[in-house]
């Protein structure tokens, strides 16, 4: 930590050092860490700064500071919490992006941190109100926006707060209902139900009922009814009436402002990189974002007064209370902000990688730790990435004249690089039926007919298959694992043999160096795994070679096998098995570096000198997730943050950039037309993230259907199968996950109660006329009614109304009534039961049986990461030790003394709490909340792998 940073806040020393988030609250102008045990609480009261520190390329850690204030916080705490924002982005290095949050405009990053909501609470440290949890339980309403994050808000508990167009909870103290308006939105319908069940988790201790409520459809179920009364009787509900907060601010074309001394000034011209001083301060104005941005060696100070000039400037205009601001360091820009950039050339930034070893190495010495020969690379066991099924049958066709051509079984594994390849690998994996694996290879030396023809022709194979395949994009030097492995082995060979090829050099004139098995060739063997042992023709001259790898020199008919000083068994092995390919029968000579005869040299044209250094494999980073949307003809993209597999919504298209390929995800709730220009998505978006990126335009890009996702996709979630194969809209999964039952009456013809309505209708007239008739319960919660005749009539029309329910739930079984377990839980199995007209009249002996049954609560844990954390007490029954913690020096994968008896794909599992934490950098409940694919790479990073 720098000397700068002691002299600053003393509550920010030690911040950002884990992954995870970290929350202050300003208390009488200072900050004050904020319990975990509170995170996800935010008083309406104060302001907060909030710290999400995650991973980075290199083992760097990324910041992301927010400041959070509320709509009762006073100025003088707003601008304490800017102003600490800055000192804590010093703290961090200055390379944090900050963000202002305002209660109820927060951005969808923030609330990612807090799934499935945040609940603003009343009050705050200064106010003296009393802390809700110290009062009795008092109902609330909250309306509920949002398909992926939810803003969730609390407004009057009264009828006129309904409308139409949104999703309502209504928490009371024995039921939470959800009332769906007629015109909401099935993804923010799907998004409520786990608000629900984490109140009911968090404020019922998981015991209460829960019920569904549909705007305008009265079926009489007693739900809602009951839901009804306690709002004083049924009646007509208006309109949405539109308030300040339902204002979206609109994206405009982009204004940059240069700021001196407090004064913004209109910079003309293009958008250019070029245009920013690292000595000065800008602000860019989108009309729905506003970035400052901060070069790289202004003053602290300055850095301070600039998010006040950002306020200053909307307030100016009048701005909505929605429009966001970003603070950006020079050199640390996102996505969002360079986008507006005509051009955004990549520069030569510091090393990330760099400064994340610095920081590690100093955390390390700072805990005790011997950094010592920590800068020298350790071996480590090489990752094998998630793999289709082997055994599987492969069918290759070339690209020739015009259609295509099957190639023979003996010449599967060769490519030309002139040429284009159509691969279908048809598998099967656990018990699903086949599925089917479909690409296209492109040469990088294949011409733009025979690239075009490919793609036709693969879609139309697609097509025929009816949508099952995974497709494929795969271009020349940049084929994933899972397109090699089905390959033994794979070569790419010079030159090509398609007519479309041959035409093309004959036009331009240029020599044909078409691989032939008499000529002369030099074939490098780098990798000897399943996933990347693939084979590639090099230039035939001694620089090619390199001491790292093995190469194959084929000349006439003499074939050599040269073997690096650094090379393994493995890759001479591998020399052998392709010089039989190319050139069954032939005869090898082995030829170790140093000990070269005259005659391999006279075939690489002479002896030169070559390299010894070992060719650097790619940075792995984190995959992002992002959904899109074209406007003006423009593609829009916006990120999904903290992602997880509820946020692929059967209605959307959305796109996984893992930096090594693109997925391309459709729901199956898509449009026909929109599914068809999948590719064109994916190509639009790949165009853009490598100008603004760096990202190779050439990385695999795949489209991947609902229901159809291979593991090299799943592999980036915390996957449920048992999600997965849930069917219906947003809404209708989420009801059978979270509840055990479809929500089957958005699917029930109007005309199924045969007279119903009408008695329905008579009974609620009554008991709206007896709630009139006398003043309605406070809060609406229910009360005994004052006055005889009062009491009366409303008992009577209670009961017309329970007469007409009780007699029509013989015919109509509500998902609602089958919610009303304590356990609040129905097998799919039973759900489907009720879908049968057959098994109506045993309903109700069904559902008493269910609601008998013990149902474990679903949590985050046991929903998002199933069979992710490891049973330990499982482990000890199950094997020949019974202890349950061992060192960290016994668990590791290269272990001197390794214990025996365990699980080893789960060493880390036995680590203590507290060494735990010290080796991998976060909590045993922080890491089993990671995806299997993170948890894999930190495990790789501790030799616990």
Known sequence: MSSSSKALEPAFHGAGQRIGTEIWRIENFQPVPWPKSNFGKFYSGDSYIVLQTSAGKGG???YDIHFWLGKDTSQDEAGTAAIKTVELDVVLGGRAVQYREIQGHESDKFLSYFKPCIIPLEGGVASGFKKPEEEEFETRLYICKGKRVVRLKQVPFSRSSLNHDDVFILDTEGKIFQFNGANSNIQERAKALEVIQFLKDKHHEGKCDVAIVDDGKLQAESDSGEFWVLFGGFAPIAKKVATEDDIIPEKTSAQLYALFLGQLKAVDGDLSKSVLENNNCYLLDCGSEVFIWVGRVT???????????????????????????????????????????DSWPLGSAPSVAEEGRGKVAALLKQQGASTKGASKSTPVNEEVPPLLEGSGKIEVWHINGGGKNLVPNEDIGKFYSGDCYIVLYTYHSSERKEDYYLCSWIGKDSTEGDRKLADRLSSTMYNSL???????????????????????????????????????????????????????????ISGTSLHNNKVIQVEAVATSLNSNECFLLQSGSSSFS???????????????????????????????????????????????????????????????????????????VEEIYNFSQDDLLTEDILILDTHAEIFVWIGQSVDPKERQNAFEFGQKYLDMASSLEGLSPNVPLYKVTEGNEPCFFTSYFSWDPAKASVHGNSFQKKVMLLFGAGHAVEEKANGTNQGGPTQRASALAALNSAFKSSPSPKAGLASKPRGASGGSQRAAAVAALSSVLTAEKKEDVSPSRLNRSPAAGTSPHAAAKFEDSAEIENSKEVVEVKESETIEPITETNVEDSGSKPDIDQDKNNTETSQSTFSYEQLKAKSDNPVTGIDYKRREAYLSDKEFQFVLEMTKDAFYKLPKWKQDMYKRKADLF
């Open 562 to 636: 040269w073997h690096g000083n650094q090379s393994t068994f493995e890759q001479q092995n591998l020399a052998a098995k392709v010089a039989e390919f190319l050139k069954p029968g032939s005869v090898i000579k082995h030829a170790k570096e140093g000990t070269e005869n005259s005659s391999f040299w006279f075939a690489l044209g002479g002896k030169q000198n070559y390299t010894s250094k070992k060719l650097s494999s790619e940075v792995v980073r984190d995959p992002h997730l992002f959904g899109f949307s074209f406007n003006k003809g423009k593609l829009e």
């Open 466 to 524: 009816k949508g099952r395949p995974v497709q494929g994009r795969i271009f020349q030097g940049k084929e994933p694992p899972q397109f090699v492995a089905i390959f033994q082995p794979m070569v790419v060979l010079k030159g090509g043999i398609s007519s479309g090829y041959k035409n093309y050099i004959a036009d331009k004139g240029l020599n044909d160096e078409t691989y032939t098995a008499d000529g002369v060739a030099l074939m490098l």
């Open 299 to 341: 003053q602290v100070d300055e850095r301070k007064a600039a998010i006040q000039v950002a306020e200053d400037f909307l307030a100016s205009q009048n701005r909505p209370k929605a429009t966001h601001i970003y603070r950006l360091i020079q050199g640390h820009e996102t996505h969002a902000f360079k986008s507006n950039f």
């Open 60 to 62: 760097a850690f990324l």
